[in-house]
């Protein structure tokens, strides 16, 4: 027969329980350790207050002295910029815009692609081919023809894109042409192009030592003038005033 006395008390913690009646946690799959982040003296209690703090700042109810500095800024920004919108009156999109703008020059294609490379530079990746190659022509690293017409462009703002590729491709024709010719091609200021012919000549291979017939060789040899040069020499000594400031 049952007997209602040998059924336990359920008054008493059950074997098993904890004193509050909760039944401990598995501690499978985690990490017995306190998280970093906390104290070891932090209490339950302290964390739930903690948290209904922050819950009262991010509704406006609290001071944002508790919050990082970098969250409180983004915050006040966010109000003001609020404040600002529901005052109505001549508030449009971009009076905000040029209101709240960093008071700076707009950022130019050249800053740009420098702030990249010195980025790159500084997680470790140093090779210039991870730049684009819109970036190396910006940086002075390679000068293509699209690149020269591009600057041309910004310097003549009324000529249009094909009327100057027009122009450079006639020029560099004329350049070939005469070398062709076997014509040296001098430019005022700039420098000369002219034809260096290397007859055949026996030679020494480096990596066998062996001998070797080379054939006749053409090369195109560039002279800068003295301006050219002056030019460069007067720029490098800017840099160099610039980089002991």
Known sequence: MYNSRD???KRKPMEGLNGDGVAPKANVGRTPDRPKVLE?????????MQSRQMGA???GDGSKDMLPDGVKLSVENKERIMNE???GGTNNPMDLRERYSIDT?????????????FRLKKF???SELKLSKIEQNTLGIVIDKKEIVYRVMEKITDVDEKVVNKVLNLIFAEIKLSL??????????????????????????PKTGEEIEI???TLVKFKAAKQLKDSIEKQEAIEKKKAKK
């Open 57 to 59: 700042v991010k509704k």
């Open 7 to 9: 059924k336990k008390d």
């Open 124 to 126: 470790g990746i140093t």
């Open 215 to 217: 054939p006749n060789i």
């Open 40 to 48: 070891a003296n932090t209490s339950k209690q302290d964390l739930i």
């Open 105 to 117: 020059d707009p950022v130019t294609r050249r800053d740009a692609a420098i702030l990249k490379q």
């Open 85 to 87: 919108i529901n005052q």
């Open 180 to 205: 062709i010719s076997g014509n040296e091609v001098q430019i005022a200021g700039f420098g000369s192009f002219t034809l260096n012919k290397i007859k055949a000549h026996k030679g020494i291979n």
